[in-house]
């Protein structure tokens, strides 16, 4: 079974804060996700990856940057958090369409509690 | 932008009946998916429906997909305690990218 694991499952900052999060899979899968879910809202894509050192930006990435230097490990990054940040963060992984074809799942972890106070 | 939409947002049942949930969308889709998310936790993938197929069956879990009305129906049969949780659709649109509908809320009371 394809894991995906998130550093934390709560954390707390204060704003202006720098804050990293960290999501690794174990399944070799090319396509990596950060989302967050809010209540009303869903979940909304804020950055996805397709490959090692690539980035595309989703529908919501002001005020976050991402990082992925290895295939496994894809990083969130909020360099000054405010208040607004304040949401559950999820990752999530797929195979890519060239080995996997267009109808890949997504893998998710369990997800990270953030509280900006 | 999220494109489906789901309906009901809440839904609470007895034990043992049939639960249904529908999903509406706008655009033209390669596959529709179903999650499930029980409380704190992350999604878990169901199933997936290509575009060219109308039903699918796995275990409890019916899907049915009618691309000219642009919707989809998820059905549980038989419901269990354990089905509480909010469910999901999802569209793949032509690459990896999913976009999320806001969820059912469902809840099966005993």
């Known amino acids: 079974d394809v894991k995906v694991t998130q550093s934390s499952r709560y954390l707390v900052k204060r704003t202006g804060e720098k804050v990293f999060l960290e999501c690794v899979q174990d399944m070799d899968h090319e396509n990596m996700f950060w989302y967050r879910q809010d209540p009303g809202l869903g979940l909304r894509l804020i950055y996805f990856s397709y490959d090692v050192k690539m980035k595309e930006k989703g529908d919501i990435p002001e005020g976050y940057s991402v990082s992925r230097e290895k295939k496994e490990r894809f990083s969130l990054i909020l360099e000054s958090t405010s208040t607004n940040q304040t949401s559950m963060y999820l990752c999530a992984s797929s195979a890519n369409i060239r080995t996997g074809g267009f109808d890949q799942p997504q893998h998710f972890g369990d997800g990270t509690r953030l509280s900006i106070l | 932008s999220q494109q489906g939409e789901e309906d009901p947002q809440a839904l609470s049942i007895q034990e043992g009946e049939n639960a249904t949930m529908n999903c509406s969308y706008k655009t033209s889709i390669n596959n529709l998916q179903w999650y499930r998310q029980n409380s704190g936790r992350g999604l878990v993938h169901l199933i997936l429906?290509?575009?060219?197929?109308r039903e699918k069956h796995s275990g409890r879990l019916r899907v049915t997909l009618d691309t000219s009305k642009k919707s989809s129906s998820l059905l549980i049969t038989a419901s269990r305690a354990a089905d509480t949780a909010s469910y999901f659709c999802a569209t793949g649109q032509g690459a990896q990218k999913l976009v999320f509908g806001q969820g059912t809320r469902l809840t099966i009371n005993p």
């Open positions: 429906i290509r575009s060219n197929e």
